[in-house]
């Protein structure tokens, strides 16, 4: 690994973009700039590993999460936030380890911060060894990121979002992209009616199996038809499609 990759790792920059003129570039066929700012999060935080970030706006606060430690999947990765008050990022705070309830060290992944229309400030990440060991936990916050509820797992059968946010659609359901790996690479979707708490699965109309895929990521094209982009392991980005609320869905070709 070169020197430069090290320090690559070693530290989360948070950018801000300007999406108005993103729109507008896009439009236009204009080519110019539309980073607002660049800042690192985490200057003063001595960790060869920094990886996985994600963002969310709560309780007046921009919010960051990562995992930090000596390598991936290490027994001593943690998930990391900061809070951002309009001036400055706060000093960095471990609020989750891999430690299970008895007191084995595991390791955690994909930290990912969701902030619905109402209730608390949520983080989901996993916790395990291996794909088959993994289990989904939740955390809330109460005031944008400051203090933490104790991890939570999620329930039976469901695996929370693999690595992107869930999304609020118009009519309040939350729908996250999900996904496994310790039996082939298999997707599917969850669905929340209250806002996060509780979710139920629901698989592709075509079975699961017909494309190896994982980590969904879902478009939102208004009045329940939804899109998400996969990935898979034919090298190839796949696309699958619902027409109503995500409840089904089906592959189209890459």
């Not at 989360?12 to 690192?40: H, P, R, W």
């Not at 989750?96 to 608390?120: H, W």
């Not at 996904?179 to 699965?201: A, K, L, P, Q």
């Not at 494309?211 to 034919?234: C, E, M, N, W, Y």
């Amino acid at each position: 690994m070169t020197r430069q990759r090290i320090s690559y790792f070693r530290h989360i920059y948070f950018v801000i973009l300007s999406f108005l003129s993103v729109q507008s570039s896009a439009k236009s066929g204009n080519n110019f700039d539309v980073i607002v700012s660049t800042e690192v999060v985490n200057p003063s935080q001595n960790i060869a590993f920094c990886h996985a970030s994600t963002v969310a706006f709560s309780g007046g606060h921009l919010v960051a999460a990562w995992l930090a430690g000596s390598k991936e999947a290490a027994n001593d990765v943690g998930v990391w936030v900061a809070r951002f008050s309009g001036k400055q990022w706060s000093t960095p705070v471990r609020v989750a380890d891999g430690r299970s309830p008895d007191g084995e060290a595991l390791t955690v992944i994909n930290p990912i911060l969701f902030s619905p229309k109402r209730g608390p400030l949520m983080l989901f990440y996993s916790r395990g060894k291996l794909p088959a060991d993994w289990h989904p936990l939740r955390m809330t916050s109460l005031d944008g990121g400051a203090t933490w509820s104790k991890p939570v797992a999620l329930g039976p059968g469901v695996s929370g979002p693999a690595k992107d946010k869930p999304l609020e659609l118009s009519n309040g359901i939350v729908i996250a992209g999900s996904s496994t790996e310790y039996d082939g690479w298999r997707i599917h979707f969850e669905r929340s009616m209250d806002g996060g708490n509780t979710w139920h699965v629901v698989y592709p109309a075509v079975g699961p199996r017909t494309v190896q895929a994982i980590q969904p990521t879902i478009l939102d094209h208004s009045h329940g038809q939804l899109q998400a982009l996969v990935r898979t392991k034919s090298g190839f980005v796949f696309s699958t499609k619902s027409r109503d609320w995500g409840k089904r869905g089906a592959f189209s070709r890459r």
